[in-house]
């Protein structure tokens, strides 16, 4: 436990360090550069998407370019559902059911021996360890049918139906608001 502590200690220090001297370089900007989450600074979406194979082919800036609360403090049981869903724009909303190909990175959370059946595509690998953290907007909740090579590194592409609105766990925490069982997952070539 104290190795992980000063792990953990030393690998603060070294971010603080090097965001000092990043800070104090030529070429380091003047003004914060917003929030990195924030993907309305691209301008509106190509409009309409690129269609590969009767897909519609999405990019992030057509799933993720909102703001959303995630903090379910005060809403009753009974009203998360429409909570959830009122945050959605309509724009996004009418992707549900549609047949679409999302490119991103897998962070797995349901494993075995190496193989992943259920992760989160992701829009950027911020997700995972360090990072700004990404919001509910920046992942799709992916169940396959057979069960892949776990890989964070490289690309992913999901071919198959999008559903677009609240899931739920068991325990009622927000988990996704998009989700897919695709019928094609495959990793970019290096």
């Given at each position: 436990?104290k190795a992980l502590r000063?792990a953990?200690?030393?690998a ?5 360090m090097?965001?000092?001297l990043?800070?104090d370089s030529p070429?380091a900007?003047s003004?914060?550069?917003?929030d990195?989450?924030d993907?309305t600074?691209?301008?509106p979406p ?5 269609m590969?194979?009767?897909?519609a ?8 370019y ?7 403090f005060?809403?009753p049981?009974n009203?998360r559902?429409d909570?959830?869903a009122n945050?959605?724009p ?10 679409v ?6 962070l797995?959370?349901k494993l075995e ?7 989160l595509?992701q829009?950027?690998?911020l997700?995972?360890c360090?990072?700004?953290p ?8 992916v ?8 890989n964070l590194?490289t690309?992913?592409t999901?071919?198959?139906v999008?559903?677009v609105?609240?899931?739920f ?6 988990i ?15």
């Open positions: 436990m000063r953990l200690l030393l603060g220090l070294a971010g603080a090097t965001l000092a990043a800070a070429d900007p003004e914060p550069q917003g990195m989450r993907l600074a691209l301008g190509e409009w309409p998407p690129a590969v194979n009767g897909y082919k999405l990019g992030w800036e057509h799933l993720a909102f703001k959303f609360n995630e903090s379910m005060g809403v049981p009203k559902e909570f959830v945050q959605i309509d724009d996004v909303k009418k992707w549900d059911g549609r047949k190909v999302i490119t991103g990175y897998m797995p959370f021996k190496g193989l992943a059946s259920e992760f595509l829009r950027n690998t997700g995972c360090f990072g700004i990404l919001a509910m907007p920046d992942w799709v909740e169940k396959l049918k057979t069960p892949m090579k776990a590194n690309p992913i999901i071919t198959g999008l559903r609105g609240p899931v766990a068991s325990g009622g925490e927000l996704a608001i998009y989700e897919m069982v695709p019928e094609k997952a495959e990793f970019s070539k290096p």
